[in-house]
């Protein structure tokens, strides 16, 4: 409904998280040849054991000799990676760039950092980093003039900054908070419980969560919570998680004496969020299942004195056949965004009885109906409903009353993303940011009854914006269809060809790509580099049927878009094949893995970051299970054939001379388990692909790239700058 609860973005189960953390990853650099042929040549690989392993899928025998290497734990794996780990290392060592992109990215990150405030119990929460702590701080204050106090520091969990703050829920009085934190990386979370007077922990401790947030009772009494199973001895990073469970714990009880909530023992793919509503009637239960968009809604009615007294769940709808989003519960009408027979999105209104029972779905009626822009938000602040679109990636916002009459928009400062608008159904404001490519974050205050918006923070950082500029232009694609792309770089660009060129891209699971600053960005534009941000299929930002292009047996679409950008920014001298780099991470990392083999001859440089690289095998790991919704599964014989025609791993093409390619992964990620990465790698150094380097850098106690601690971010990302600065022969001052 709002997400003043949440110290994180929203949850993606399939591999949009990871979106949001490597989205700042790409940019650009200076021009020149390949990378020193003596360095190339003379690298010299960790032998990797091949293995007697083949699969028939549907009467097709494939041969999987690394699949040894999938599990992380053997000593054997152990040792590959400590001996990847020594070569590539020597190789970045010996780069005479990697001491000034790093001292160059360091002086750009450290900026001071603002999350987005929201308000719960008479206090104002939100975070801060002053610029080169390892995690955000999280701070409040009774209201926005007083000196803010520390709530939490995760910087005091740990010793390296590996422990992250994963979210956090407020209690109704303000005087309690729930709070998740995560080591290394890793997608489990624990829940604490927090005293915020006396800034102490409560005893009360919450094991096996993952991808879950927690709603208090208005009662302040407890609060709801999904977790699983704790997982086998040896397997909480690459076990499967089903059969997710919603719960409610009391404060001072033990976690083994929870309530059990809601639970499906015949559908092990379902999964629960709770969110209780404002008035505190009703618990909202999202029933998700995969990383579609698609889910379920259930409504659990609280008791007349706003705690939990064991009710059971309420099935509003079970069909998995749109998405339905609450934004408010006005009285007893339940307001939901939703794409139903709307694949661009609407706002509908469900009239519920005393018993909390929903009429029959025709009786819904359309509030705000679908217009030509995507609706990828809503939530209801100060009585208004508050509407965020996309217009060709870049965010407009509507502001509703509640009969769905529009009433006025909101002034953002120029073409970029805004996102935030979080709140209660009363509450007189509400907070957003705003970004682009060229702008680092601000926050601002938005006056629910006037409109009126007030500059709460804004960035200091050493980005000088005025010598840069951006713009959006669009690109047709191998079949005809139109995407806009976002280019930044210095003011004066001369279009003559010669301009290193950083393009990154995502293309699933409905997330949008839109424009923001990120510290690689910046450093790459100052390195002389232009930074390109494509917008693909697959994604979120023109909905639903956008989305539903770019997935299953129309995956390469996705691939096909990314090379049009590709060739567009060739065709239009902003640079050349052997200046022009491609990086994302996640999907966007099996994106670049697939280009690179569609079209190794494109590109000078590649950074595939936690990639899916087997197709064939990703959703026999933890949460993998949940991507076939955009992927299809290799058990299905048409789907199989799609997957094998582009997994990269399958595709890799020996006697072809191929970029410089970079692979990144984490030794904890648990999300897309690095196997992906070791055995993309280990096919990759075995063929014949030319001398261009062929490495794998592992991050230790680290994961898929949420609460990575500043160290580290600012080590991986500045090796990925300088390793294509290197292969571009670019002199980094």
Same mark, same amino acid.
């Given at each position: 409904?709002?997400?003043?609860?949440?110290?994180?973005?929203?949850?993606?189960?399939?591999?949009?998280?990871?979106?949001?953390?490597?989205?700042?990853?790409?940019?650009?650099?200076?021009?020149?040849?390949?990378?020193?042929?003596?360095?190339? *040549?003379?690298?010299?690989? #960790?032998? &990797?054991?091949?293995? /007697?392993? $083949?699969?028939?899928?549907? !009467?097709?025998? %494939?041969?999987?000799?690394?699949?040894?290497?999938?599990?992380?734990?053997?000593?054997?794996?152990?040792?590959?990676?400590?001996?990847?780990?020594?070569?590539?290392?020597?190789?970045?060592?010996?780069?005479?760039?990697?001491?000034?992109?790093?001292?160059?990215?360091?002086?750009?990150?450290?900026?001071?950092?603002?999350?987005?405030?929201?308000?719960?119990?008479?206090?104002?929460?939100?975070?801060?980093?002053?610029?080169?702590?390892?995690?955000?701080?999280?701070?409040?204050?009774?209201?926005?003039?007083?000196?803010? *106090?520390?709530?939490?520091? #995760?910087? &005091?969990?740990?010793? /390296?900054? $590996?422990?992250?703050?994963? !979210?956090?829920? %407020?209690?109704?009085?303000?005087?309690?908070?729930?709070?998740?934190?995560?080591?290394?990386?890793?997608?489990?979370?624990?829940?604490?419980?927090?005293?915020?007077?006396?800034?102490?922990?409560?005893?009360?401790?919450?094991?096996?969560?993952?991808?879950?947030?927690?709603?208090?009772?208005?009662?302040?009494?407890?609060?709801?919570?999904?977790?699983?199973?704790?997982?086998?001895?040896?397997?909480?990073?690459?076990?499967?998680?089903?059969?997710?469970?919603?719960?409610?714990?009391?404060?001072?009880?033990?976690?083994?004496?929870?309530?059990?909530?809601?639970?499906?023992?015949?559908?092990?793919?379902?999964?629960?969020?709770?969110?209780?509503?404002?008035?505190?009637?009703?618990?909202?239960?999202?029933?998700?299942?995969?990383?579609?968009?698609?889910?379920?809604?259930?409504?659990?009615?609280?008791?007349?004195?706003?705690?939990?007294?064991?009710?059971?769940?309420?099935?509003?709808?079970?069909?998995?056949?749109?998405?339905?989003?609450?934004?408010?519960?006005?009285?007893?009408?339940?307001?939901?965004?939703?794409?139903?027979?709307?694949?661009?999105?609407?706002?509908?209104?469900?009239?519920?009885?005393?018993?909390?029972?929903?009429?029959?779905?025709?009786?819904?009626?359309?509030?705000?109906?679908?217009?030509?822009?995507?609706?990828?938000?809503?939530?209801?602040?100060?009585?208004?409903?508050?509407?965020?679109?996309?217009?060709?990636?870049?965010?407009?916002?509507?502001?509703?009353?509640?009969?769905?009459?529009?009433?006025?928009?909101?002034?953002?400062?120029?073409?970029?993303?805004?996102?935030?608008?979080?709140?209660?159904?009363?509450?007189?404001?509400?907070?957003?940011?705003?970004?682009?490519?060229?702008?680092?974050?601000?926050?601002?205050?938005?006056?629910?009854?006037?409109?009126?918006?007030?500059?709460?923070?804004?960035?200091?950082?050493?980005?000088?914006?005025?010598?840069?500029?951006?713009?959006?232009?669009?690109?047709?694609?191998?079949?005809?269809?139109?995407?806009?792309?976002?280019?930044?770089?210095?003011?004066?660009?001369?279009?003559?060809?010669?301009?290193?060129?950083?393009?990154?891209?995502?293309?699933?699971?409905?997330?949008?790509?839109?424009?923001?600053?990120?510290?690689?960005?910046?450093?790459?534009?100052?390195?002389?580099?232009?930074?390109?941000?494509?917008?693909?299929?697959?994604?979120?930002?023109?909905?639903?049927?956008?989305?539903?292009?770019?997935?299953?047996?129309?995956?390469?679409?996705?691939?096909?878009?990314?090379?049009?950008?590709?060739?567009?920014?060739?065709?239009?001298?902003?640079?050349?094949?052997?200046?022009?780099?491609?990086?994302?991470?996640?999907?966007?990392?099996?994106?670049?893995?697939?280009?690179?083999?569609?079209?190794?001859?494109?590109?000078?440089?590649?950074?595939?970051?936690?990639?899916?690289?087997?197709?064939?095998?990703?959703?026999?790991?933890?949460?993998?299970?949940?991507?076939?919704?955009?992927?299809?599964?290799?058990?299905?014989?048409?789907?199989?054939?799609?997957?094998?025609?582009?997994?990269?791993?399958?595709?890799?093409?020996?006697?072809?001379?191929?970029?410089?390619?970079?692979?990144?992964?984490?030794?904890?990620?648990?999300?897309?388990?690095?196997?992906?990465?070791?055995?993309?790698?280990?096919?990759?150094?075995?063929?014949?692909?030319?001398?261009?380097?062929?490495?794998?850098?592992?991050?230790?106690?680290?994961?898929?790239?949420?609460?990575?601690?500043?160290?580290?971010?600012?080590?991986?990302?500045?090796?990925?700058?300088?390793?294509?600065?290197?292969?571009?022969?670019?002199?980094?001052?």
């Amino acid at each position: 409904m709002h997400s003043r609860l949440s110290l994180t973005a929203a949850l993606v189960v399939g591999l949009g998280a990871a979106a949001a953390a490597t989205a700042q990853t790409a940019q650009t650099a200076p021009s020149a040849p390949a990378a020193p042929a003596s360095a190339a *040549q003379s690298l010299s690989y #960790p032998a &990797t054991r091949k293995v /007697d392993q $083949t699969d028939d899928y549907h !009467g097709t025998r %494939v041969a999987d000799p690394y699949r040894w290497l999938e599990d992380d734990n053997s000593a054997e794996t152990k040792a590959w990676v400590q001996a990847q780990n020594a070569v590539t290392d020597k190789f970045l060592g010996a780069m005479p760039q990697r001491l000034p992109t790093r001292k160059l990215y360091t002086e750009l990150y450290n900026f001071e950092k603002y999350g987005v405030p929201y308000k719960e119990g008479g206090r104002y929460f939100w975070t801060r980093n002053d610029g080169l702590q390892q995690q955000a701080v999280l701070y409040t204050a009774r209201s926005l003039k007083d000196t803010p *106090q520390v709530a939490l520091d #995760p910087n &005091t969990l740990s010793k /390296d900054g $590996t422990v992250a703050l994963t !979210g956090g829920a %407020v209690s109704r009085d303000g005087r309690l908070m729930a709070y998740g934190t995560a080591g290394a990386g890793s997608d489990w979370q624990t829940w604490k419980v927090r005293d915020l007077e006396a800034g102490k922990d409560l005893p009360d401790t919450i094991e096996w969560v993952k991808f879950s947030g927690a709603s208090w009772t208005p009662d302040g009494k407890g609060f709801f919570y999904s977790r699983y199973d704790a997982p086998k001895e040896g397997q909480a990073l690459t076990g499967a998680n089903y059969f997710q469970k919603v719960y409610y714990h009391r404060l001072g009880t033990p976690q083994s004496a929870d309530a059990l909530v809601a639970e499906n023992p015949a559908e092990k793919e379902w999964g629960f969020n709770v969110e209780v509503t404002d008035d505190g009637r009703l618990g909202l239960i999202h029933v998700w299942k995969g990383s579609g968009s698609k889910n379920g809604l259930m409504l659990l009615p609280l008791d007349g004195h706003g705690g939990y007294a064991g009710a059971k769940p309420i099935p509003l709808t079970l069909s998995f056949d749109a998405e339905y989003s609450p934004v408010v519960l006005d009285g007893q009408r339940l307001i939901v965004k939703t794409d139903k027979d709307a694949p661009r999105g609407r706002l509908i209104a469900i009239d519920l009885d005393k018993d909390w029972q929903a009429r029959d779905p025709k009786t819904w009626t359309t509030l705000v109906p679908e217009t030509q822009d995507a609706l990828t938000a809503a939530s209801g602040v100060g009585g208004e409903l508050i509407l965020s679109y996309l217009q060709d990636a870049s965010t407009l916002v509507r502001i509703h009353a509640p009969s769905g009459k529009h009433v006025r928009d909101v002034k953002l400062p120029g073409i970029g993303t805004a996102a935030g608008f979080g709140g209660k159904w009363k509450d007189p404001e509400t907070f957003f940011s705003y970004t682009s490519l060229t702008t680092p974050g601000e926050i601002w205050r938005l006056d629910a009854k006037t409109g009126r918006t007030d500059l709460f923070k804004r960035a200091q950082t050493a980005f000088d914006a005025d010598q840069y500029e951006s713009k959006r232009v669009f690109v047709t694609s191998k079949d005809g269809t139109k995407l806009p792309i976002f280019i930044a770089h210095r003011k004066g660009l001369k279009l003559d060809g010669s301009n290193p060129t950083l393009l990154y891209g995502y293309g699933g699971f409905n997330v949008p790509m839109t424009p923001g600053y990120g510290v690689t960005a910046a450093t790459w534009m100052k390195m002389g580099g232009v930074y390109v941000l494509a917008v693909l299929r697959g994604g979120g930002e023109y909905g639903a049927s956008w989305h539903d292009a770019g997935t299953k047996l129309r995956k390469q679409n996705v691939f096909d878009d990314f090379i049009a950008a590709g060739e567009w920014l060739v065709a239009n001298k902003y640079t050349q094949p052997a200046r022009l780099a491609i990086n994302g991470g996640s999907n966007g990392g099996l994106l670049v893995g697939a280009v690179t083999n569609q079209r190794p001859d494109l590109f000078g440089a590649a950074v595939p970051q936690v990639g899916v690289m087997d197709m064939l095998r990703f959703h026999k790991f933890t949460i993998g299970w949940a991507w076939t919704s955009d992927y299809g599964v290799s058990e299905n014989p048409e789907e199989f054939k799609a997957l094998l025609a582009y997994s990269p791993l399958h595709t890799i093409k020996s006697g072809v001379r191929y970029p410089a390619i970079l692979v990144t992964t984490g030794d904890h990620d648990d999300r897309v388990v690095p196997a992906h990465s070791f055995k993309y790698t280990a096919t990759l150094q075995a063929a014949d692909t030319g001398p261009a380097p062929k490495l794998i850098r592992i991050e230790t106690q680290a994961g898929h790239g949420a609460g990575k601690p500043t160290s580290k971010i600012i080590e991986e990302r500045a090796d990925i700058l300088a390793f294509i600065a290197n292969t571009f022969g670019m002199d980094v001052k």
